[in-house]
Each structure stands twice: as structure tokens, then as C-alpha cells.
């Protein structure tokens, strides 16, 4: 959780008021379109002169929103995003790495792109304040729910040892 808030921070801090888009463009990121295999939907690599963001070609705009906002987060969490470009993800322990990052760069999505669901009672309240998708609305539900409640038996929430 601790990446997801020193992400939220930065962005916070120093994009007050600004887009997903105006960010990257901002901070330098090239955003591509290629094509990519199923279930990937973008890729961040902090290469040697200029960061670049992958997005799937056949994304249609909210989903392209949605995961440049996941792929800006592996941005202002660098380094444990550089180990895991140089490995390729081929070593187990990097490949949990990974998906453990992934987890944190969705709830960045989700409480960047939907900030304040004080007035959302269900997840398609959420989804029509924000214009999101399903996926996003029900975890930043799940995200405020913990919050409230605490104790709710979500993992994604625990914070880093």
C-alpha cells in the first residue's frame, strides 16, 4: 500500500487538477500503441532515454484512461519496476513481485481515477460519477469499504512488511 500512497502523493502534490494523459506527457512518458497478447493491457518500461508506456492497440478510450493511469503508478515506483524489466519476469520470485505490483498500480487507478465515493452507496454509483468500468468501480468499492470497515478480508490491502 505504501507505493500506491507515494504514488498518490507525487501526483497529488505536484499534478493537482491534471489528467492521466497530461501527467505522462508532463512527466515525459511516450505512450505507444502496439499490439499485445490477451489479458495484457499495457506495459511501463523506464528505459534509457525516456520512459515509454505500451498500450494495447484495440483499447477503446476509457479502457486506454484506465490503464494508463495503472502503467503511471510503476512510474513513481521505479525502482522495483527497473529490477523486474531487467529480469523479464523470468524468475518466480520476480513474477509474484509483479503481480503484487500490479495490485498496488490498480488501486492507484482506482483512487486516482474515482477520489471521493463519500456519496456512492454501490459500485455502479461509482461507475456513473466516474465514468469507469465495472472492474475499477467494484475494487475502489472494495478499497472504501476497508477503509470504513477495516478487517475486511482483502490482501490487496495489507500493508508492505
Known amino acids: ?5 507515494r504514488a498518490l502523493n507525487v501526483v497529488r502534490e505536484n499534478y493537482p487538477g491534471c489528467t492521466v494523459e497530461q501527467i505522462c506527457e508532463r512527466e515525459g512518458i511516450e505512450i505507444r500503441r502496439c499490439e499485445m497478447g490477451d489479458g495484457q493491457n499495457g506495459l511501463y518500461v523506464s528505459g534509457r532515454n525516456s520512459p515509454v508506456i505500451f498500450i494495447k492497440d484495440t483499447l477503446n478510450p476509457q479502457e486506454t484512461h484506465e490503464t494508463l493511469a495503472h502503467e503511471i503508478c510503476h512510474h513513481f515506483d521505479k525502482p522495483l519496476d527497473s529490477m523486474l524489466s ?3 519476469l523470468k524468475d518466480p520470485f520476480l513474477s509474484y513481485c ?5 495490485s498496488e498500480a490498480e488501486m492507484f487507478a482506482a483512487l486516482f481515477l474515482c477520489p471521493d465515493v463519500s456519496d456512492c452507496e454501490v459500485y455502479h454509483d ?5 465514468n469507469c468500468s465495472k472492474d475499477l468501480a467494484k475494487l475502489r468499492m472494495k478499497i472504501e469499504q476497508a477503509r470504513i470497515y477495516g478487517g475486511l478480508d482483502h490482501g490487496f490491502l495489507e500493508e508492505e512488511r
Open 1 to 5: 500500500m505504501r507505493a500506491v500512497e
Open 86 to 88: 531487467r529480469r523479464a
Open 98 to 102: 509483479g503481480r503484487r505490483d500490479d
Open 126 to 130: 461509482i461507475m456513473r460519477k466516474y
